[in-house]
């Protein structure tokens, strides 16, 4: 089984900066099937990228997905207030099982 | 446009069985697998295991292996996860989720079943 690891836990940032998420996989996830997700309290996870880069239907461009291999990088390159939620990454690729990263909490500085 | 549809929230008594549909549409539905993934309250996403709807085969993860039933109704394009003997630490919301082409995911709106003596 993949383990996915989220870094950092919690990201401090203001509304404007750049928040950079990263997800590391024990072991390569095949065809990059990597995908974000962002979610609120008491809300479903929103799926933002699949495939590490690609965006889904109706997810602003100031989100971007890279990465390959075992690395992978989550950008939000300006923060809008709407922005702050946890983020969740999951690899698809090497199934079954889905696994998911823990975690990482963006949260108003 | 593809859409997976749940069944509604549930509250059953610990010890009971309780079972969710997801019914899609706008792709064929044997083409794909069905997963389902569990998140309990204020806990990340967990996998439980996923259906070939074509060939009826299942996967499940070891944590639900002897108590999750995975089926699907290819006359109804419609799939169940079944979970059984609950418990409140099965309290948590319910999901279906499928890969289609080119990597794309696509979830259902979740089923909060609420385990309540």
């Known amino acids: 089984e993949i383990v996915l690891t989220q870094s950092p836990g919690t990201l401090s940032l203001s509304p404007g900066e750049r928040a950079t998420l990263s997800c590391r996989a024990s072991?390569?996830?095949?065809?990059?099937?990597l995908a974000w997700y962002q979610q609120k309290p008491g809300q479903a996870p929103r799926l933002l990228i699949y495939g590490a880069s690609s965006r889904a239907t109706g997810i602003p461009d100031r989100f971007s997905g890279s990465g390959s291999g075992t690395d992978f990088t989550l950008t939000i390159s300006r923060l809008e207030p709407e922005d702050f939620a946890v983020y969740y990454c999951q690899q698809y690729g090497s199934s079954p099982p889905w696994t998911f990263g823990q975690g990482t909490t963006v949260e108003i500085k | 446009e593809v859409q997976l549809v749940q069944s509604g929230a549930e509250v059953k008594k610990p010890g009971a069985t309780v079972k969710i549909s997801c019914k899609v549409s706008?792709?064929?539905?044997?083409?794909?697998?069905m997963h389902w993934v569990q998140q309990a309250p204020g806990k990340g996403l967990e996998w439980m295991g996923l259906?070939?709807?074509?060939?009826?085969?299942?996967k499940y993860a070891e944590k639900f292996q002897g108590r999750v039933t995975m089926t699907a109704d290819t006359s109804t394009d419609t799939a169940y996860m079944e979970l059984s003997s609950l418990r409140s630490e099965d309290t948590a919301v319910y999901h279906c989720?499928?890969?289609?082409?080119?990597?794309?995911?696509?979830w259902g709106q979740g089923t909060l079943v609420t385990v309540s003596s």
């Open positions: 989720a499928t890969v289609g082409l080119f990597g794309n995911i696509y």
């Open positions: 259906v070939d709807p074509e060939e009826g085969e299942t």
């Open positions: 706008g792709y064929n539905f044997i083409d794909y697998y």
């Open positions: 072991q390569y996830v095949f065809t990059n099937y």
